[in-house]
């Protein structure tokens, strides 16, 4: 008599569809995943910019980088709701053909405590001009959350 064996190789379909749901739900938590840190270093970019700006415009007012001698001028930051502008000079103004300005990505807002939403180094010694208390900070706010910069009467900067 002969005996029949029939060896089956591969997998049933339950099998399949257990490892085909496996993936997918890997696949759509690292999509969520990879979504934040995204938007995370946007945010921090235009932290790291926008500091980096603030000190380049008071080291242009201390340096006298614009201007030599007697004409060199004070420099600062006009900050608004989704930009901000470098300029030079005593005030902004906006149709200074030598001002710089940056505009926030999406989701990204300016909000300052600043009079007149100015940051206004001073000639020579780089100080704020015009400083009060409790009136000198620049929130950058992003969906992932807000950065507070502060910015004492001597131009010292921090970040929270």
């Not at 591969?10 to 085909?20: H, S």
């Not at 945010?43 to 980088?65: C, E, H």
């Not at 940056?102 to 807002?109: I, K, L, R, Y």
């Amino acid at each position: 008599m002969r005996r029949l064996t029939h060896q089956q190789s591969g997998f049933t379909l339950v099998e399949l569809l257990v490892v085909m749901t496996i993936i997918l739900i890997l696949f759509g938590l690292s999509t969520v995943a990879l979504g934040q840190p995204q938007n995370t270093t946007s945010s921090l970019d235009t932290v790291d910019t926008l500091l980096n700006d603030l000190k380049t415009q008071q080291l242009a007012a201390m340096s006298g980088a614009v201007g030599s001698g007697s004409s060199q001028q004070a420099a600062g930051v006009y900050v608004q709701s989704n930009q901000y502008t470098l300029f030079t000079g005593s005030s902004y103004s906006a149709g200074d053909a030598y001002n710089y300005v940056f505009t926030a990505p999406n989701g990204v807002s300016f909000r300052t405590t600043f009079p007149s939403g100015t940051v206004l180094f001073n000639k020579g010694d780089g100080s704020v001009s015009g400083f009060t208390a409790g009136s000198n900070t620049i929130t950058v706010t992003t969906s992932a959350g807000s950065k507070v910069i502060t910015i004492t009467r001597f131009g010292a900067i921090t970040v929270t």
